[in-house]
């Protein structure tokens, strides 16, 4: 007996981008039903839980890859602005469902940390300078400051300063409105409330297995719930299912998605829960990732927040498997190569010996290599106060591209049909931080008559009324109006 289920949209995958797609679509239109898949028996349990990612408000204020140096020798700030106005929308969106009641309680999943760019040596101390100045001199990143003398190095950051050489050519930009995110939490909060909404329907434990485009423009997916099958039927999906979701999307047979590979990254966190040092540190700090490291392995030390309880990490120490989740299958990687993205993985692997001679040796390390990359940052840091813990697993976008030939893409890209009636998230940083900007622009892309006929327009400019996106934009009183009152309706106070 095969259960049968027709829905407006149907989103695969039960993380941070499902719950916010999920979300804006019942803002924008309420009577809308939704129903979401995902295959594990809870929510946020892959890319979305807490020790899966690197929980920081990606507002580009202290990672250095979003701020690379052009030509001229100068910071381009272009990537880090849009990163910076795309997590000012995420704030706003979850101020206004604050307001609304559809989020309790953001302390749950929001706390204000200090941001700092840590580094060491005259070039790359007078880089960072450079960098502090032209973006200190913006309305994003006003407040900004910069220094190299250990006296205020200490004050900002004890722990890391202890034990130091005062000879130690460094130096640390601080940026007081930065943010810890617990994205579990707050994807627990928004599924939480859309479960209560007419129309919406969770559906744990199911696994799609296939999905095609019917005759009657319709998509069909075909979905395994503990050896029962159930069909659903919609005219619009979204894939969300993190690295799983280039395998879903090639099995949907869009040609849009041909020329797509991935290459699987894995990364581990080292863990201390010893209160003293907890207390003793405040911050989330950035160093400069090693030559060929990939940006999800740019190495910093952060005050956590994991369900609830406030804890210190370091990392991520990158390795490599042929997974494309971290509770996926070692033959995800070899299932995922076909005919038309063979030659750009291929391509691409040659052309990043870099990376792979990176990944080896990460692979290679053992405790005490794990512990010299630490001390780095933590002089003083003893073997007993931290516990080795995996974290998440991230799929690189390999894409062939006109012009270009293969490349490898380290960010996010949404592929979607012609006619809007699929869509699918590949890659990873920044990821959930940008979540409600993804999501929009997919919901323009997918839905544009939606958007003309003006009704999604104006609900949207309700939840979003400042785009901060634009650095014309940007200016100082209007962003500083948005940010005063998004601050005050989420509990956040710059420290």
């Not at 804006?24 to 009577?31: A, I, W």
Request: hydrophobic content about 40%.
């Amino acid at each position: 007996m095969v259960e049968r289920i027709q829905a407006d949209a149907v989103l695969v995958g039960a993380g941070m981008m499902s719950a916010t797609l999920a979300t804006l679509l019942q803002q924008l239109e309420p009577g809308l039903t939704v129903v979401i898949l995902e295959r594990l028996g809870r929510v946020a349990a892959e890319s979305s839980a807490a020790l899966n990612n690197a929980g920081t408000g990606h507002g580009a204020n202290c990672e250095l890859n979003y701020t690379p140096m052009d030509a001229h020798g100068r910071p381009n700030l272009h990537k880090a602005l849009a990163i910076n106005g795309a997590y000012e929308q995420s704030l706003q969106f979850w101020a206004a469902l604050v307001e609304q009641g559809a989020l309790s309680c953001p302390g749950t999943f929001l706390h204000q940390v200090p941001h700092y760019s840590l580094v060491w040596g005259e070039e790359d101390v007078a880089a960072l300078e450079q960098r502090q100045q032209r973006m200190a001199a913006l309305p994003q990143f006003a407040g900004m400051v910069f220094s190299r003398d250990h006296a205020a190095l200490r004050d900002w950051l004890p722990l890391v300063m202890e034990g130091r050489p005062g000879e130690d050519v460094m130096a640390a930009t601080r940026y007081g409105r930065g943010t810890d995110v617990d994205f579990g939490a707050l994807t627990e909060s928004l599924l939480s409330w859309l479960q209560r909404q007419p129309g919406v329907e969770l559906r744990l434990n199911h696994v799609l297995r296939n999905l095609c485009r019917g005759s009657d423009g319709l998509w069909h997916l075909d979905v395994d719930h503990g050896g029962k099958r159930v069909q659903v039927d919609s005219p619009f999906v979204f894939l969300g299912a993190g690295g799983g979701t280039l395998l879903l999307l090639q099995r949907a047979g869009l040609p849009e998605a041909r020329g797509y590979g991935g290459f699987p990254v894995s990364g581990r966190w080292l863990i201390c829960q010893t209160a003293p040092l907890i207390g003793r540190h405040w911050g989330k700090v950035y160093g400069k990732a090693p030559m060929g490291a990939p940006p999800m392995s740019m190495p910093h030390l952060d005050s956590r927040w994991i369900s609830g309880h406030r804890g210190l990490l370091f990392g991520p120490y990158a390795g490599f498997s042929s997974k494309f989740l971290k509770h996926g299958s070692l033959l995800d990687l070899p299932a995922s190569v076909r005919p038309h993205n063979l030659l750009p993985m291929v391509r691409v692997g040659l052309r990043e010996r870099h990376l792979v001679g990176y990944l080896l040796q990460q692979l290679r390390q053992g405790s005490r290599e794990r512990l010299s990359g630490l001390r780095r940052f933590l002089p003083q840091a003893r073997p007993e106060d931290w516990n080795l813990a995996v974290a998440g697993q991230r799929v690189q976008i390999i894409k062939q591209e006109p012009g270009r030939g293969a490349q490898l893409k380290l960010g996010t890209e949404v592929v979607a049909a012609a006619d809007g009636s699929l869509a699918a998230l590949l890659g990873a940083s920044p990821g959930a931080s940008t979540a409600v900007n993804i999501m929009v622009n997919l919901l323009q892309r997918c839905f544009p008559q939606r958007f003309r006929s003006g009704h999604w327009s104006q609900r949207l400019a309700r939840l979003l009324p400042y785009d901060p996106t634009t650095t014309a934009a940007a200016s100082a009183a209007a962003l500083g109006q948005c940010r005063q009152r998004c601050d005050a309706i989420l509990g956040l106070t710059e420290v």
